[in-house]
């Protein structure tokens, strides 16, 4: 406990801080050097912070939902998550529980999200180094992150820290997308995301047709849902930002197809056409067969 103390109390300044936070993902406390790809990043690690990892027969699933914001990365690590016994850490969730608190962090993160700007490297961070120890304390095994990394210096970092298995990243036909996108609402009160769009999108060009039943609110958070300043930014690009998302985010994809641990999936449609075609390309199917039997 000592080595997570020395960690939060390090948190602000960056650095070192972050990355020894990310370290807490392995829940280990023996120590080793540090490495030269851990200098290279920008966030050198102390040796007395230094954790090995857990091997993979000692842990459950440490995956990746890489993707475009409103892609339905939330949908399907939530759903994973709970099949495989596993938390689904969203930085998104993060942040937005943040700004529900009392502080100079949320006032700060509350400037940010207004202003439509990504949250710092340096916050993200912060966040999620709160989240892992809560994990830790709890005796969580394994992980499923959505929305991070976004970078391919978070993706050296997390690297450096921990052992990832498999990175999803799921795509869909950019139409669709903005369409879902700009359907996207989220209840004040409660938190949960909604989506007021029917996506009824027909097959031509090559392309296949497409069918999303719009995920509505219930009557209680009908009166209480937002739509986040960066949506209605998005509103005003359409196109034009997935094009930019898509391009900031190519060098992460080929970060991990380098790796070999890429999946590429693209969404055939809503819920049920994309969530039986998802666990088959996991291999999950049985896993699948066996929850809805003992449920």
């Not at 040796?47 to 399907?76: D, H, I, M």
């Not at 938390?87 to 529980?97: E, Q, S, Y």
Request: charged content about 25%; some cysteine.
């Amino acid at each position: 406990m000592a080595a997570v103390q020395r960690l939060f109390r390090a948190a602000a300044s960056g650095g070192a801080a972050t990355a020894a936070s990310m370290r807490r993902m392995t829940s280990l406390a023996t120590e080793q050097a540090p490495s030269a790809a851990a200098a290279s990043t920008g966030f050198p690690f102390k040796a007395e912070e230094k954790l090995t990892r857990r091997s993979a027969a000692e842990r459950n699933v440490q995956w990746v939902f890489l993707g475009c914001p409103g892609v339905g990365k939330g949908t399907y690590a939530s759903r994973l998550s709970r099949l495989l016994g596993v938390p689904h850490i969203a930085t998104g969730d993060l942040v937005r529980d943040e700004l529900t608190s009392i502080g100079p962090l949320a006032t700060q993160l509350a400037e940010i999200v207004n202003q439509g700007k990504l949250v710092s490297d340096e916050i993200i961070f912060n966040l999620l180094s709160k989240r892992l120890k809560k994990g830790e304390d709890q005796g969580e095994s394994g992980f499923i992150l959505d929305g991070f990394p976004r970078t391919v210096k978070q993706a050296e970092i997390l690297d450096e820290v921990t052992d990832i298995d498999m990175v999803v990243n799921l795509k869909l036909r950019e139409d669709v997308l903005v369409e879902k996108c700009l359907g996207r609402r989220i209840c004040n009160q409660c938190g949960k995301n909604f989506n007021l769009a029917c996506i009824d999108v027909k097959g031509e060009n090559g392309l296949p047709a497409i069918y999303m039943a719009p995920l509505l609110p219930p009557n209680n958070c009908m009166s209480k849902l937002i739509t986040l300043t960066i949506l209605k930014r998005w509103s005003e690009t359409g196109l034009r930002y997935t094009m930019t998302w898509y391009g900031a985010s190519q060098p992460v994809e080929d970060f991990y197809q380098k790796q070999g641990k890429l999946l590429e999936f693209d969404l055939p449609g809503g819920i049920p056409e994309s969530w039986p075609k998802l666990l088959h390309v996991l291999n999950l199917e049985d896993q699948e067969e066996l929850k809805l039997a003992a449920a």
